[in-house]
Nanobody, 121 residues
């Protein structure tokens, strides 16, 4: 099983980035994005149900970020708009086998390597 996150970079405040997470090896109930800023704990950002496409967001992501998936490409995306300096973090994608706890780290069974997002003011 592999999750490959990509798409991070440096962007000015107000800009946009699209992260990708390529998933291989098996199917999952859902895929989520988490992030970890320097000196902070990793936190949940968004998740998507692989089969239905239903989504779930943390409050800070609602209205700015959109999670989506392309089943044919086995890829999940995180479109991030109106980025703020406080969005600066390493972003991780993760996959879970079961339905419970889409916003809980402990619910996820496999993790990608992370991609750095830096938002300058």
């Amino acid at each position: 099983v592999q999750l490959q996150a990509s798409g991070g970079g440096l962007v000015q405040a107000g800009g946009s980035l699209r992260l990708s997470c390529a998933v291989s090896g098996r199917t999952f109930y859902g895929v989520g994005w988490f992030r970890q800023a320097p000196g902070k704990e990793r936190e949940f950002v968004a998740s998507i149900n692989w089969s239905t496409g239903s989504t779930y967001y943390t409050d800070s992501a609602k209205g700015r970020f959109t999670i989506s998936r392309d089943n044919a490409k086995n890829t999940v995306y995180l479109q991030m708009n109106s980025l703020k300096p406080e969005d600066t973090a390493v972003y991780y994608c993760a996959a879970r086998k079961y339905a419970l706890g889409p916003d809980q780290e402990t619910s996820y069974d496999y993790w990608g390597q992370g991609t750095q997002v830096t938002v300058s003011s």
